[in-house]
């Protein structure tokens, strides 16, 4: 068998990436994810919008693979403004909690000069272990 990628039905096609690639074992991989919708559309351009957005993205394909949020192992966030994060930390927590629930993953936070998208103010990618395999 060999690796599949994992695209939500719907959305805009991935040019050049795959959004997730699972693998024979189970683990899925999960690109990293900005704040805009399934047609690659910023609709939020504040920091906790753009956060919900991407962690419903990342949801979407661990969904789309089978999986759900518990299966999701590790969070890695690329933010371009370290003091608004800090300043945010109530609405980030409850913005998180309302996408993923009281899952917490192994995570880290690298602060970044910038990134590919314009307009997105993070990018949020995923490891997922998956107990039922497609």
Do not use: C
């Not at 024979?24 to 805009?36: C, I, N």
């Not at 192994?106 to 107990?131: H, N, Q």
């Amino acid at each position: 068998m060999s690796n599949q990628v994992i695209h939500p039905e719907g959305w805009a096609p991935a040019k050049g990436y795959a959004n997730g690639i699972l693998s024979d074992d189970g683990t899925l991989y999960v690109g990293g994810q900005v704040g805009w919708t399934s047609e690659q559309r910023f609709e939020a351009h504040d920091f906790i919008g753009q956060m919900e957005q991407a962690l419903r993205n990342i949801l979407d394909i661990v969904q789309a693979a089978g999986g759900a949020a518990q299966d999701i192992t590790r969070l890695t966030w690329f933010v371009v403004d370290k003091e608004e994060y800090l300043a945010r930390q109530k609405e980030v927590g409850e913005a998180y909690r309302k996408v993923m629930g009281r899952h917490f993953p192994a995570m880290s936070l690298v602060v970044v000069a910038g990134l590919v998208e314009d307009g997105a103010l993070l990018e949020i990618e995923a490891t997922a272990k998956l107990k039922n395999r497609l």
